[in-house]
């Protein structure tokens, strides 16, 4: 970042400041309804539902109150929500106590609370085993 007259960032042009605000995840709220195929391109929060394939250029948070109807891809994932359809991860997926995924989880590690349902095939790319915790904070 250019610094102008006395150093400071206030005077640097406008737009420069509008740029970094794009930076920023994509939010989707509780209550949204999206249909149709979805992509992002860095970080997703979502909150609300998809119906549709989506992928998902860096990580995706999945609330407890989010649900997705298709395949899913990410840089990386924390899904406590429902996905009906498959999830593929390239780094790691951390799969919450509050999570139902009724597809295949792909990713290169898994960590799956206690409580966690997942019906479909897990497959660890990396070799490396499945990690099962306990969640210790509260919902």
Known sequence: ?????????????????????????????????????????????????????????????LAETARWDGEVHAQSGVIAGTINGAIRVDGKIEIRASAVIHGAVTARTIAIAKGAIVEGEVTVTSGEPIVNFEEKRKR
């Open 1 to 61: 970042m250019r610094l102008r007259q006395h150093g400071s960032p206030m005077n640097t042009p406008k737009r420069r400041l509008l740029d970094l605000i794009g930076a920023g995840p994509t939010y989707v709220a509780a209550g949204a309804r999206i249909t149709g195929d979805f992509e992002a391109p860095g970080a997703l929060v979502m909150c609300g539902h998809v119906r549709g394939d989506g992928d998902v250029k860096g990580p995706l948070s």
